[in-house]
Structure formats: structure tokens, C-alpha cells
């Protein structure tokens, strides 16, 4: 059974900082491109950041140069380094798997339960 399970959101101040973890199971998890994609509420999803199969990494404008994205293949986790956040960063943060044995990222079957990031004073 493929799980994958989110942590780390919380509330916190402008400017401050968040890590957010995905925890994957029940996958080869090294063959899968994986996704972070968040949804405020009254809007649709939007990716946010993904990386690759062999570490490549592209991100929302949204979020260039505050955000980063990383992965952990022997854990089987992914991550995401979470800068310098605004208020407009206020959202719900879910991971997704890609398509399997492909390089780049496209959403794909997989998705955690999802995680609150408030970026709030």
C-alpha cells in the first residue's frame, strides 16, 4: 500500500522559516520524480517546486530563491526548506509522486493527506 505522509506545517511569522517532510512507503521511491503542490483556500492547486529522479529541481516564481527542494532516495523522504515566507504562502502543502521511471516531474497517482503552512503575525 503506498502511503505518503506530510509534516512540519505550522503557523508562523513573515519572514520566518518552515521545513516540511514527506514520508514515503510502499514504493521504489529512488524511480519517482516528486512534486510539492499547495492550495489556499478559494484557489486551485499550483506546483509549487519538483525535483527529479537524479536530483534536478524547478520552482514556482512564487517561490524562487526563498524555497528549496530536496531528497533523501535511502529515507525515502522528500523535503522542502521553506524562506523568507509570506503571508501569500498560506496553504494547505500536499507531496505527489511522478509518473514512475520517468525523469522529470509530472503529477502523478500519489498524493499525502497534506500539511497547514499560516503565515500569519
Known amino acids: 500500500q503506498v502511503q505518503l505522509v506530510e509534516s512540519g506545517g505550522g503557523l508562523v511569522q513573515p519572514g520566518g522559516s518552515l521545513r516540511l517532510s514527506c514520508a514515503a512507503s510502499?514504493?521504489?521511491?529512488?524511480?519517482?520524480?516528486m512534486g510539492w503542490h499547495r492550495q489556499a483556500p478559494g484557489k486551485q492547486r499550483e506546483l509549487v517546486a519538483d525535483?527529479?529522479?537524479?536530483?534536478?529541481?524547478n520552482y514556482a516564481d512564487s517561490v524562487k530563491g526563498r524555497f528549496t527542494i530536496f531528497r533523501d532516495n535511502a529515507r525515502k523522504m522528500v523535503y522542502l526548506q521553506m524562506n523568507s515566507l509570506k503571508p501569500e504562502d498560506t496553504a494547505v502543502y500536499y507531496c505527489?509522486?511522478?509518473?514512475?521511471?520517468?525523469?522529470?516531474?509530472?503529477?502523478?497517482?500519489?498524493w499525502g493527506q497534506g500539511t497547514q503552512v499560516t503565515v500569519s503575525s
Open positions: 525535483i527529479t529522479t537524479d536530483g534536478a529541481t
Open positions: 505527489n509522486t511522478g509518473r514512475p521511471s520517468t525523469r522529470n516531474y509530472a503529477p502523478g497517482a500519489y
Open positions: 510502499g514504493i521504489i521511491f529512488s524511480i519517482f520524480p
